[in-house]
């Protein structure tokens, strides 16, 4: 007809497309929670909108889901009485990616990785994952607010280009209805199969608070035909199928797990709330849940992952924290209730005390605000300090797989988050220059501490055999004693910060004068003075030769065998500090 309208997809768009038919199929169950949750949204977005406009409801204030399965048509359609699109909605929201990360990330992903549905499956395909199962989708819609003969269907089979058509649609709402392929309508993997379907939602979207419905079914028994003879039947059981009927049961709890308390919580609840919010495939490694009762009142659920996201440290990563008001749905990726360094956790914030019509800017000013981030940020050390020091080696051995991924960015809150500067002090580890392991705790090198030693001692360098090598350390192994060896790119950054651990002053070697008090014994003082003397003309000579290229030249006591050795001033930058600047491009 005239009033069909082809458009072509986004570029990108195709190439998604292409991925996930591709690349998806072993998970192909993903499409059920996706479109779930895109139903689920489409509900919390109408219930935020109407709490300025009542009138949105339209005398449908149920909301719900609802999921219908043709065996006969090889259909099944997810049904929502949420927010709804027009025509202008459905070809931007379905025909666009939408979400600006999601083009660098496909980019970023190499061909291998591509073949991997992990990865792809990690950042969520959403409504695409759709053509995973079906060859047809067909999407009528009709938005809050609007006419009913401003619907709009949108039809595509997943591969260049989708239709749009103006239609009318009297009930407010989405309703996705899937043409199933050939291998998805029979066998094992069937989704016609209402029994696959009901498991799948409780396994994946049980946490959704709101009713999730399919119709009901019911036994009924073979209809006796006129005239059949009596005794034909008599020994055989009675035969009868399943029929559906026109009434709707709901499948799912239909309460949010963060609201239930949590001795009634199973692992394997949290287990599947997390995956369903994160799209990890991995269990996570962690998790907290309580209900707080401040100043401000709310409910956290944070969860540590097992491993850290690709973009952990670009500027655009995404924070994992959900915010609700009394359960409803106000944001994705707060960012403001969790202090940087805490970026990798994951989880869902619910609180009573925060108005509805909460934005982002207001969430960057509000106290309450503010008292959040500082309750989730402690929660958190806390609960990495009782895996740190527990003597349960299940929880060291997960300490050391946090370390692992999160150590380095840990170390960013010496700097970010003075006020818990100590707690994070105690969870960091590093080789030293007698144990190549990073397990060292600043604790455990003060243990160990030499007799009249005053400093805990440090020195930075790219990688570990730098460090183990450098002539900074050379007096130190003569003298046996030990040295912390710092090697990531943030260590000298952080360590700006951190002066002193538990009233010990921390001491770069690499830096300045380094005193070894009462370590350097009467005789090397005055063997060292008498250097100084003897030197005197050597060192005017470097001097002028140097002339501005060095800020000064000094006979140096901490060498053992290498001739010579340059040193940073204090308080200057040093080369690994200079070559990180130019790495984050300043
Ligand atoms: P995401 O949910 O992460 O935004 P999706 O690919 O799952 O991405 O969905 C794309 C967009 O399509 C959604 O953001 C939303 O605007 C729109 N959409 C999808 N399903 C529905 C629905 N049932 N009701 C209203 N809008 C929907
Ligand atoms: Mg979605």
């Known amino acids: 007809s005239a009033d069909v309208k082809k458009h072509s997809f986004e570029a990108e768009v195709a190439q998604l497309l292409h991925l996930v038919t591709h690349s998806l199929y072993s998970n192909a169950d993903i499409f059920v929670r996706e479109l779930v949750s895109n139903a689920s949204d489409a509900c919390d977005k109408l219930r935020f909108e109407a709490t300025n406009d009542d009138s949105l409801y339209e005398d449908d204030g149920e909301l719900k889901i609802r999921i219908d399965i043709d065996t006969e048509a090889k259909t099944i359609s997810f049904i929502d009485n949420g927010i709804g699109m027009n025509e202008a909605d459905a070809i931007e ?38 053509f995973i199962v079906a060859d047809t989708i067909t999407v009528e819609s009709r938005k809050a ?46 989704y016609l199969d209402r029994g696959k379907i009901k498991r799948l939602v409780n396994k994946y979207s049980d946490h959704i608070s709101l009713p999730i419905q399919m119709r009901k079914e019911v036994w009924q028994e073979d209809v006796k035909e006129e005239g059949a003879d009596e005794n034909d039947s008599s020994d055989a059981p009675a035969g009868g199928q399943m029929v559906l009927t026109d009434e709707w049961e709901t499948i799912n709890k239909a309460s949010a797990l963060w609201t239930r308390s949590a ?35 709310y409910t956290q659920l944070l ?25 409803v749905f106000i944001m994705d990726d707060a960012e403001q209730l969790l202090p940087m360094y805490l970026r990798f956790v994951k989880g869902v914030i619910d609180s009573a005390d925060l108005p509805l019509n909460v934005s982002r800017e207001l969430l960057q000013e509000s106290r309450d605000v503010k008292s959040i981030r500082d ?86 360098a790219d ?11 050379e007096l130190f192994k003569k003298k046996g004693i030990e040295v912390i060896l710092m090697t990531s790119r943030v260590d000298e950054w952080a360590m700006n910060f951190l ?64 001739p010579a050795i340059l040193v940073t001033a204090e308080g200057e930058l040093s080369p690994q500090m200079i070559q990180m600047l130019k790495q984050m491009g300043q």
């Open 375 to 460: 309750g989730n940020a402690r929660r958190i050390l806390t609960l990495l300090a009782s895996l740190a020091n527990s003597e349960d080696s299940d929880k060291q051995e997960k300490f050391a797989q946090f370390y692992s991924e999160f150590g380095d960015v840990i170390k960013e809150g010496l700097g970010e988050d003075m006020g818990n500067q100590a707690r994070i002090a105690k969870l960091l580890r590093y080789a030293t220059s007698t144990n190549d392991k990073v397990e060292t705790s600043f604790e455990d090198y003060k243990a160990r501490m030499k007799d009249g030693q005053k400093a805990i001692y440090y020195l930075t």
């Open 263 to 297: 001795s009634e919580i199973e692992d394997d609840e949290y287990v599947d709330f997390y995956k369903n919010i994160t799209y990890d495939m991995d269990d996570p490694l962690t998790w907290t849940h309580n209900r707080v009762e401040g100043r401000v009142q």
């Open 93 to 130: 929201n379905l025909g666009t990616i939408a979400k600006s990360g999601t083009k660098a990330f496909l980019d970023k992903l190499s061909e291998s990785q591509k073949q991997d549905g992990q990865l792809i499956g990690q950042f969520g395909v959403g409504f695409y994952s759709g």
């Open 499 to 562: 002066t002193q651990f538990d009233d010990t002053p921390l001491q770069n070697i690499a830096k300045g004068a380094v005193d070894l008090g009462d370590l350097q014994d009467e005789e090397e003082k005055a063997k060292a003075e008498k250097a100084q003397e003897a030197m005197k003309p050597v060192v005017e000579k470097l001097k002028t030769a140097l002339d501005t290229r060095a800020k000064d030249v000094r006979v140096s006591n901490r060498l053992v065998d290498s």
């Open 145 to 190: 607010g609007e006419p009913a003969n401003q619907g709009v269907r949108w039809v595509s089979d997943g591969t260049g280009s989708f239709t749009v058509e103006t239609i009318t649609k009297d009930t407010r709402g989405t309703r996705i209805t899937l043409h199933l392929k050939e291998e998805y309508s029979e066998g094992e993997d069937n």
């Open 303 to 327: 969860y540590i992952p097992k491993k850290a996201p690709m973009d952990l440290y670009t500027r655009e990563q995404q924070h994992g924290l959900k915010l609700y008001v009394k359960r």
């Open 463 to 473: 990688n570990l055999a730098a460090a183990k090598n450098s002539p900074q350390l």
